[in-house]
């Protein structure tokens, strides 16, 4: 009974990631999202690691700007931080568009300091990325890991 459990669990997981990474593979990049994307400044918190038990979280501000290609390869800037050839991913996971809020992501790679006073001279950003509202808005969000750094209302520019 036990092998047949982790069996079938085996399997779920085998085909829950084939099916992400399936979908990530071959989707089609909504036209709409193709151009720049922009905003101007929004309050920013970056998170650093805690050398005890307290996390430390410093605020600054920053604007943001992206432009997504054809190609689904990403370039922009939050704040002082440039990021080039990153890759837009489909939200192809287990929660669909409807559920998470979240159509696209961003792997921005490691960027450096945000604003002035950013402690963190490296990071590894994220941009989630949500639908184009009924007004042409796209909102984004700023994320180092799974940690939330704050977000913009963007509107297209090119």
Not at 69 to 78: A, F, M, N, T
């Amino acid at each position: 009974m036990k092998n047949k459990q982790l069996l079938l669990a085996i399997c779920l997981v085998f085909f829950l990631c084939c099916n992400i990474s399936c979908a990530n593979a071959s989707f089609k990049l909504k036209q709409d999202y193709v151009g720049t994307w922009s905003s101007p400044t929004e309050k920013i918190t970056v998170r650093t690691e805690p050398k005890s038990w307290h996390f430390v979280f410093t605020k600054g501000e920053a604007d943001f700007s992206m432009t997504i290609h054809e190609d689904k390869k990403v370039s922009g800037h939050i704040g002082n931080a440039k990021f080039e050839n990153a890759k837009l991913v489909s939200n192809g996971g287990i929660w669909p568009v409807k559920w998470s809020g979240i159509i696209y992501t961003v792997d921005c790679g490691e960027v450096g300091k945000i604003f002035d006073k950013d402690p963190m001279e490296k990071k590894k950003l994220s941009v989630w990325i949500c639908p184009i509202s009924k007004e042409g808005t796209m909102e984004v969000e700023i994320r180092y890991g799974s940690f939330p750094m704050g977000g913009f209302i963007t509107t297209k520019t090119k």
